[in-house]
Nanobody, 123 residues
């Protein structure tokens, strides 16, 4: 599967953005999809994941209640709706796909990555 992330940009604190991850491939519905992020000078960290077949979701504690991961199987697209954004959410956001049919927060378990989209939250 190939992934194309988009939707990043500059937003003020408290604002919202929706990231999109368009996937190619015939078996999109069986993948586990996730969003990770990497801020300058920091390691890549898990944000949210969805096991598409059963629509199970899991979120990092620091985004619970603010971010929502969702999918559109017809469009082969996964979204990350981000609300109440904070300056510390500033990072490059990456979508990733895993053939492991379960939720995983470990980046090495994802074998396909999009190119990343920059999210900048100003204070």
């Amino acid at each position: 599967v190939q992934l194309q992330a988009s939707g990043g940009g500059l937003v003020q604190a408290g604002g919202s953005l929706r990231l999109s991850c368009a996937a190619s491939g015939r078996t999109f519905s069986s993948y586990t999809m996730a969003w990770f992020r990497q801020a300058p000078g920091k390691e890549r960290e898990f944000v949210a994941a969805m096991w598409l077949r059963e629509r199970r979701t899991y979120y990092a504690d620091f985004v619970k209640g603010r971010f929502t991961i969702s999918r559109d199987n017809a469009e082969n697209t996964v979204y990350l709706q981000m609300m109440s954004l904070k300056p510390e959410d500033t990072a490059v956001y990456y979508c990733a796909a895993s053939t492991i049919r379960a939720i995983t927060t470990t980046s090495t378990m994802y074998n396909c990555w999009g190119q990343g989209t920059q999210v900048t939250v100003s204070s």
